[in-house]
């Protein structure tokens, strides 16, 4: 895993659906890692290097694997800042995209406008 020169912060995210549901919500340019639903040592020190001095961010499904992997992101990583989709939505990759959009703005994250409506 290489760092994306200029990219200041990351967001953590799941999976490949997860990350191409918020990818065109953003409109910063921003890193978005996938952690494939696990998280190894070996991924998890590869994603620890790759994020040095950067702002993190995990945004993980609201159900047992992504509680599992928030706990895991506490523990390690205890920097990262966390955001929480409604638990009604369960899925990063379900959640409407405007619902997304409040969630990474709360951040300080710059988003396409659109998608507030």
């Given at each position: 895993?290489?760092?994306?020169?200029?990219?200041?912060?990351?967001?953590?995210?799941?999976?490949?659906?997860?990350?191409?549901?918020?990818?065109?919500?953003?409109?910063?340019?921003?890193e978005i890692?996938?952690?494939?639903?696990?998280?190894?040592?070996?991924?998890?020190?590869?994603?620890?290097?790759?994020?040095?001095?950067?702002?993190?961010?995990?945004?993980?499904?609201?159900?047992?694997?992504?509680?599992?992997?928030?706990?895991?992101?506490?523990?390690?990583?205890?920097?990262?800042?966390?955001?929480?989709?409604?638990?009604?939505?369960?899925?990063?990759?379900?959640?409407?995209?405007?619902?997304?959009?409040?969630?990474?703005?709360?951040?300080?994250?710059?988003?396409?406008?659109?998608?507030?409506?």
């Amino acid at each position: 895993m290489t760092m994306v020169e200029g990219m200041d912060k990351v967001i953590i995210v799941e999976g490949r659906s997860d990350k191409k549901r918020i990818e065109n919500i953003i409109r910063e340019p921003i890193e978005i890692i996938c952690t494939n639903g696990t998280l190894s040592v070996a991924k998890l020190d590869e994603i620890i290097d790759a994020t040095f001095d950067r702002d993190v961010y995990i945004l993980v499904d609201s159900d047992d694997a992504g509680d599992k992997l928030r706990k895991q992101f506490r523990r390690e990583f205890p920097e990262a800042e966390h955001l929480y989709i409604d638990r009604a939505y369960r899925e990063v990759a379900a959640a409407p995209r405007n619902h997304i959009a409040t969630v990474l703005l709360s951040a300080n994250i710059d988003i396409n406008t659109e998608f507030l409506v």
